[in-house]
């Protein structure tokens, strides 16, 4: 019975949440709030919070990266979480999507920055931009074009002049084109951050690494914008506010305040989730957790959390990070990648949100109070309003197991595991702990589409090299991170059937195929009985590695390097210096196949016996409606990319998820607890956006690596997972 109205109560939550999300006209006053902009604004602080025009700030804030999403969603998805609670917007700038080659500028399609930000601004909500140029955000060399590994005697994020010089340009650009979106100016940008997590990283790179820390504070003082700079996890500069980045971090406030007593609590990164790998289970964050967290955080003293992420969409192209990190960059958010409610996710962040808010006012009217211990694991924390004469409190049971019963005030409280609760004038109003632990709602499809007439187009392996050496190239160097993919061709004495061969050292993913005829595919160290066809004597082996993402979070980045490295033996033999022929890119690659302008140029035929290295053509008709949220069910496949009128969707990967892990987060959440989906590919789902669909001819190309049955893709159409009454 309790479960029934359970489910009633979280219906009708639903409904008002969906409700919320699509009519903008149910918004608090979209026209009210936006004309607080216009006007400059004073952005200051002290310990307790940012103080804007006189008046301090609780800010609730959530990570939404714009081109993780097309410029039709940023809208819908801005509106939705303004309409959680949401006051501020945390994004990154990202360098490498923005300045592709060197001085030459890319601001076009979600690449739009600005228009972003206009719509922030028009909804009132206030924005963090952390610039970097270092961002990490599982996006592709955290940043980093990858023109600057090239620049001679660099040494990323060090006290190294070249490094420092490539830093500042791009740091100068876009700092000075978004100049008129400071609140300094008017607009809606609050906070800056310059470079991200570099305590993490700053003792390997000893006291160069400290001086450049340092010196990244003064040259983005230096940039003048009128609004305070931040720097996260870095906890040796005073010039800056110095930020925590964690699944909890009210611990951290003391420590914070001990050493930078006029700084506030900021929090910017509260991962309500996390990213997905491949092969991995999909990260799931149960909302109790995510809440318990962030009460935990206000009642220490906290005054900003972020969301990391709130919205986290789709990591378009080429540009996922590495190694092996999904297309899909859902994040268990409470906006899910297609930009709906996640529930009971969303829900409940609203309703918590709205109570926070509520009774700012008295938590901010003090310091945080000293927390009183009531009983075993449970504490509370007492705020009150001299001025108004109401309290607001967060009783705590910090616990991982056992429910406690303590009393407060004269009256009793039952207090569950890891949980807190929040008491207005001694009256509990919202338990973290209240949603039953059970699954979140599931992302559900509905096949809208099958294709008919496919072509299929395969690689020959009549290739055309580029280089030659003794040994296997680093890729890289040759590829220039234009292409995943580098093929390396030798040839090899065969002096046994079943003979072993070996790659112990490949960065990524190999494809190996003897003369033109696929023999198997391995990640990480590899080792792979030659099939009997492979007689005695002399052959051609051909392998191609592939490349899944440049890595993003590491030292050293400029010394990232990718492919097949010494030794590669058969059998005992040592093969690595039998002299390589290289080639970067496959030909429909360099044919253009996935572009609709130049896939006239081959031959498609009718596809049949699904071999490897296979290039696929749909074209199909579409009507496009306004509620259309549409993906590709890519069941049946491997591994590849997929295209939709020229626009690269991501990689593709239906490799199986494993590793999933009891949801036991009391006492601590880590993303190795609680993922979904183990025994079912990792991704299956890839969003394609409405922006980049036409009305009408469609055509999508997809590149098959290994073995793909193309006549089982469908279009799907993402259900949406309340009431249509809404729309
Ligand atoms: C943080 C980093 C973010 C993101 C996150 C994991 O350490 O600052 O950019 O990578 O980890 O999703």
Same mark, same amino acid.
């Not at 924390?381 to 991982?400: D, R, W």
């Not at 044919?591 to 290039?615: F, I, K, M, R």
């Not at 990319?641 to 690269?648: L, R």
């Given at each position: 019975?309790?479960?029934?109205?359970?489910?009633?109560?979280?219906?009708?939550?639903?409904?008002?949440?969906?409700?919320?999300?699509?009519?903008?006209?149910?918004?608090?006053?979209?026209?009210?709030?936006?004309?607080?902009?216009?006007?400059?604004?004073?952005?200051?602080?002290?310990?307790?919070?940012?103080?804007?025009?006189?008046?301090?700030?609780?800010?609730? $804030?959530?990570?939404?990266?714009?081109?993780? !999403?097309?410029?039709?969603?940023?809208?819908?998805? &801005? =509106? +939705?979480?303004?309409? %959680?609670?949401?006051?501020?917007?945390?994004?990154?700038?990202?360098?490498?999507?923005?300045?592709?080659?060197?001085?030459?500028?890319?601001?076009?399609?979600?690449?739009?920055?600005?228009?972003?930000?206009?719509?922030?601004?028009?909804?009132?909500?206030?924005?963090?931009?952390?610039?970097?140029?270092?961002?990490?955000?599982?996006?592709?060399?955290?940043?980093?074009?990858?023109?600057?590994?090239?620049?001679?005697?660099?040494?990323?994020?060090?006290?190294?002049?070249?490094?420092?010089?490539?830093?500042?340009?791009?740091?100068?650009?876009?700092?000075?084109?978004?100049?008129?979106?400071?609140? $300094?100016?008017?607009?809606?940008?609050?906070? !800056?951050?310059?470079?991200?997590?570099?305590?993490? &990283? =700053? +003792?390997?790179?000893? %006291?160069?690494?400290?001086?450049?820390?340092?010196?990244?504070?003064?040259?983005?003082?230096?940039?003048?914008?009128?609004?305070?700079?931040?720097?996260?996890?870095?906890?040796?500069?005073?010039?800056?506010?110095?930020?925590?980045?964690?699944?909890?971090?009210?611990?951290?406030?003391?420590?914070?305040?001990?050493?930078?007593?006029?700084?506030?609590?900021?929090?910017?990164?509260?991962?309500?989730?996390?990213?997905?790998?491949?092969?991995?289970?999909?990260?799931?964050?149960?909302?109790?957790?995510?809440?318990?967290?962030?009460?935990?955080?206000?009642?220490?003293?906290?005054?900003?959390?972020?969301?990391?992420?709130?919205?986290?969409?789709?990591?378009?192209?080429?540009?996922?990070?590495?190694?092996?990190?999904?297309?899909?960059?859902?994040?268990?958010?409470?906006?899910?990648?297609?930009?709906?409610?996640?529930?009971?996710?969303?829900?409940?962040?609203?309703?918590?949100?709205?109570?926070?808010?509520?009774?700012?006012?008295?938590?901010?009217?003090?310091?945080?109070?000293?927390?009183?211990?009531?009983?075993?694991?449970?504490?509370?924390?007492?705020?009150?309003?001299?001025?108004?004469?109401?309290?607001?409190?967060?009783?705590?049971?910090?616990?991982?197991?056992?429910?406690?019963?303590?009393?407060?005030?004269?009256?009793?409280?039952?207090?569950?595991?890891?949980?807190?609760?929040?008491?207005?004038?001694?009256?509990?109003?919202?338990?973290?702990?209240?949603?039953?632990?059970?699954?979140?709602?599931?992302?559900?499809?509905?096949?809208?589409?099958?294709?008919?007439?496919?072509?299929?187009?395969?690689?020959?392996?009549?290739?055309?090299?580029?280089?030659?050496?003794?040994?296997?190239?680093?890729?890289?160097?040759?590829?220039?991170?234009?292409?995943?993919?580098?093929?390396?061709?030798?040839?090899?004495?065969?002096?046994?059937?079943?003979?072993?061969?070996?790659?112990?050292?490949?960065?990524?993913?190999?494809?190996?195929?003897?003369?033109?005829?696929?023999?198997?595919?391995?990640?990480?160290?590899?080792?792979?009985?030659?099939?009997?066809?492979?007689?005695?004597?002399?052959?051609?082996?051909?392998?191609?590695?592939?490349?899944?993402?440049?890595?993003?979070?590491?030292?050293?980045?400029?010394?990232?390097?990718?492919?097949?490295?010494?030794?590669?033996?058969?059998?005992?033999?040592?093969?690595?210096?039998?002299?390589?022929?290289?080639?970067?890119?496959?030909?429909?690659?360099?044919?253009?196949?996935?572009?609709?302008?130049?896939?006239?140029?081959?031959?498609?035929?009718?596809?049949?016996?699904?071999?490897?290295?296979?290039?696929?053509?749909?074209?199909?008709?579409?009507?496009?409606?306004?509620?259309?949220?549409?993906?590709?069910?890519?069941?049946?496949?491997?591994?590849?990319?997929?295209?939709?009128?020229?626009?690269?969707?991501?990689?593709?990967?239906?490799?199986?998820?494993?590793?999933?892990?009891?949801?036991?987060?009391?006492?601590?959440?880590?993303?190795?607890?609680?993922?979904?989906?183990?025994?079912?590919?990792?991704?299956?789902?890839?969003?394609?956006?409405?922006?980049?669909?036409?009305?009408?001819?469609?055509?999508?190309?997809?590149?098959?690596?290994?073995?793909?049955?193309?006549?089982?893709?469908?279009?799907?159409?993402?259900?949406?997972?309340?009431?249509?009454?809404?729309?």
């Amino acid at each position: 019975m309790y479960k029934n109205n359970y489910y009633y109560y979280l219906l009708l939550l639903i409904f008002v949440a969906g409700c919320f999300v699509v009519d903008a006209k149910s918004l608090d006053s979209v026209e009210t709030v936006a004309a607080k902009f216009g006007v400059p604004l004073n952005v200051s602080y002290d310990h307790r919070s940012l103080i804007i025009n006189g008046e301090r700030k609780l800010l609730l $804030s959530a990570s939404i990266h714009y081109p993780r !999403a097309t410029p039709s969603m940023w809208r819908p998805v &801005l =509106e +939705a979480t303004k309409a %959680a609670g949401i006051d501020l917007i945390e994004t990154y700038t990202f360098w490498n999507l923005h300045e592709p080659t060197p001085g030459t500028y890319n601001f076009e399609g979600n690449a739009n920055v600005t228009a972003f930000l206009d719509i922030c601004a028009e909804l009132g909500l206030y924005v963090t931009v952390r610039f970097g140029p270092y961002v990490c955000a599982e996006w592709n060399y955290g940043g980093f074009p990858f023109w600057l590994k090239e620049i001679d005697g660099i040494v990323f994020r060090d006290y190294n002049q070249p490094f420092m010089d490539q830093m500042s340009n791009w740091m100068t650009y876009i700092v000075n084109y978004l100049r008129p979106y400071y609140a $300094s100016n008017g607009g809606p940008i609050i906070l !800056a951050q310059v470079e991200n997590e570099y305590g993490w &990283l =700053e +003792a390997a790179y000893g %006291a160069s690494g400290t001086k450049y820390a340092l010196w990244a504070a003064q040259f983005a003082n230096s940039l003048d914008i009128g609004i305070p700079w931040i720097m996260c996890s870095q906890d040796d500069i005073a010039t800056v506010i110095n930020t925590c980045n964690g699944f909890y971090c009210h611990d951290w406030i003391d420590v914070h305040w001990t050493a930078y007593p006029n700084q506030p609590a900021f929090w910017t990164e509260n991962w309500p989730g996390w990213f997905q790998n491949w092969e991995g289970g999909v990260p799931h964050r149960p909302v109790q957790d995510v809440l318990y967290s962030v009460a935990r955080w206000i009642a220490y003293g906290g005054s900003m959390m972020n969301y990391y992420m709130w919205f986290g969409g789709t990591t378009f192209g080429r540009w996922t990070g590495g190694p092996f990190i999904t297309t899909s960059y859902d994040y268990d958010g409470a906006i899910d990648e297609y930009g709906y409610p996640y529930e009971p996710k969303y829900s409940q962040s609203l309703e918590f949100h709205t109570i926070i808010h509520a009774y700012e006012h008295i938590i901010l009217s003090m310091n945080p109070p000293k927390p009183i211990l009531l009983g075993e694991n449970v504490e509370i924390s007492h705020f009150y309003s001299v001025e108004t004469g109401e309290s607001f409190s967060f009783l705590a049971n910090f616990g991982a197991t056992g429910v406690q019963t303590v009393q407060w005030n004269g009256i009793t409280f039952k207090v569950q595991p890891w949980s807190v609760q929040l008491l207005y004038n001694n009256v509990s109003i919202f338990d973290t702990s209240a949603t039953p632990i059970g699954s979140p709602v599931p992302k559900q499809f509905t096949p809208i589409k099958s294709f008919e007439n496919i072509g299929q187009w395969s690689e020959s392996f009549d290739l055309t090299f580029t280089n030659y050496s003794e040994t296997p190239m680093e890729q890289l160097s040759l590829t220039r991170d234009q292409t995943d993919y580098l093929w390396y061709v030798t040839k090899i004495e065969v002096n046994r059937v079943g003979a072993q061969l070996s790659l112990p050292n490949i960065s990524d993913m190999v494809h190996v195929f003897v003369d033109n005829q696929y023999i198997a595919t391995g990640r990480g160290p590899t080792n792979i009985t030659l099939n009997s066809t492979i007689g005695v004597g002399g052959h051609t082996l051909q392998v191609l590695h592939t490349k899944v993402g440049l890595v993003n979070y590491a030292e050293h980045m400029e010394a990232t390097v990718a492919g097949i490295f010494e030794p590669v033996t058969l059998d005992s033999v040592d093969i690595s210096s039998n002299g390589w022929s290289m080639k970067p890119f496959v030909q429909g690659e360099t044919l253009q196949l996935y572009n609709p302008n130049h896939s006239g140029s081959v031959q498609w035929t009718n596809v049949t016996g699904n071999p490897p290295l296979t290039w696929y053509k749909f074209n199909f008709n579409l009507e496009l409606s306004s509620n259309m949220s549409l993906a590709l069910d890519m069941l049946g496949m491997t591994k590849g990319m997929i295209f939709v009128n020229g626009y690269n969707i991501g990689r593709y990967w239906l490799a199986l998820a494993y590793g999933c892990n009891p949801c036991t987060y009391q006492g601590g959440y880590s993303p190795s607890m609680c993922q979904l989906g183990c025994g079912e590919p990792s991704q299956q789902y890839y969003h394609v956006p409405t922006d980049w669909l036409m009305n009408g001819e469609n055509e999508i190309v997809i590149f098959e690596e290994v073995y793909g049955n193309p006549e089982a893709i469908t279009l799907v159409q993402r259900v949406i997972p309340y009431t249509n009454d809404c729309y």
